[in-house]
């Protein structure tokens, strides 16, 4: 599947986004992006390997729609984990933070969450665990990773998924230890949602301290 909408829809969507009409407005300034005869915005990507793209400029509006139809569609996605899908999205479609977006939308994937089997060793007599009663009562964090090194050095995603309302905080990181995760919890959590009642991990090295 190439794209999931017609010209028309997408130029729509184009025309109501400020950045890409932006982009239109003083393409002098932006030589990596090319309008084509029907007015839809392509960036123009040249891989590693010399392959040059051009890729479909997607406006925010239209963002959900395609991650959907490629993680959660049986006939395009088979609920594909995150490289996966990003590296089939990536050669059709272009946005910013598009690799973030991806993590986002598939650790937020209620059918993801009920079929991934369990790394766990068995531990004696299973304990049911309630499910949450409220937002902020229960998180899960992990990391994702790792990936292609950003130009900022980062390797990792931390993702903090609430399990009640599914609510995603994700952030690129450089490495997977412990302290990188002390950090992003104090910093980009407590300091600005507040502390939740419990904080569900795995007792991987990286989230435990010598």
Same mark, same amino acid.
Not at 133 to 146: I, K, S
């Given at each position: 599947? &190439?794209?999931?909408?017609?010209?028309?829809?997408?130029? #729509?969507? &184009?025309?109501?986004?400020?950045?890409? #009409?932006?982009?239109? +407005?003083?393409?002098?300034?932006?030589?990596? $992006?090319?309008?084509?005869?029907?007015?839809?915005?392509?960036?123009?990507?040249?891989?590693?390997?010399? &392959?040059?793209?051009?890729?479909?400029?997607?406006?925010?509006?239209?963002?959900?729609?395609?991650?959907?139809?490629?993680?959660?569609?049986?006939?395009?996605?088979?609920?594909?984990?995150?490289?996966?899908?990003?590296? +089939?999205?990536?050669?059709?479609? $272009?946005?910013?933070?598009?690799? +973030?977006?991806?993590? #986002?939308?598939?650790?937020?994937?209620?059918?993801?969450?009920?079929?991934?089997?369990?790394?766990?060793?068995?531990?004696?007599?299973? #304990?049911?665990?309630?499910?949450?009663?409220?937002?902020?009562?229960?998180?899960?964090?992990?990391?994702?990773?790792?990936?292609?090194?950003? +130009?900022?050095?980062?390797?990792?995603?931390?993702?903090?998924?609430?399990?009640?309302?599914?609510?995603?905080?994700?952030?690129?990181?450089?490495?997977?230890?412990?302290?990188?995760?002390?950090?992003?919890?104090? $910093?980009?959590?407590?300091?600005?949602?507040?502390?939740?009642?419990?904080?569900?991990?795995?007792?991987?090295?990286?989230?435990?301290?010598?």
């Amino acid at each position: 599947i &190439q794209i999931f909408f017609d010209n028309d829809t997408l130029v #729509q969507h &184009q025309t109501a986004a400020p950045e890409i #009409q932006r982009i239109k +407005k003083s393409r002098r300034l932006h030589p990596n $992006y090319i309008i084509d005869n029907y007015n839809v915005l392509f960036k123009i990507v040249k891989r590693k390997s010399g &392959q040059q793209l051009h890729l479909r400029y997607l406006p925010a509006s239209l963002i959900v729609e395609v991650l959907s139809a490629y993680h959660n569609s049986t006939f395009c996605g088979a609920h594909f984990g995150v490289k996966r899908a990003f590296y +089939k999205i990536r050669d059709r479609f $272009y946005w910013p933070n598009m690799y +973030k977006d991806i993590v #986002q939308h598939i650790s937020s994937c209620i059918n993801c969450g009920k079929n991934k089997p369990s790394r766990r060793k068995p531990d004696g007599h299973l #304990q049911s665990i309630k499910p949450p009663r409220g937002v902020w009562e229960r998180l899960a964090m992990d990391y994702v990773g790792p990936v292609p090194e950003s +130009k900022s050095g980062n390797k990792y995603f931390l993702v903090l998924t609430d399990l009640f309302s599914k609510f995603v905080v994700t952030k690129p990181v450089p490495d997977n230890t412990s302290t990188t995760a002390a950090r992003f919890l104090l $910093y980009d959590v407590f300091m600005i949602y507040g502390v939740p009642l419990e904080i569900i991990a795995d007792n991987g090295s990286h989230f435990t301290s010598a």
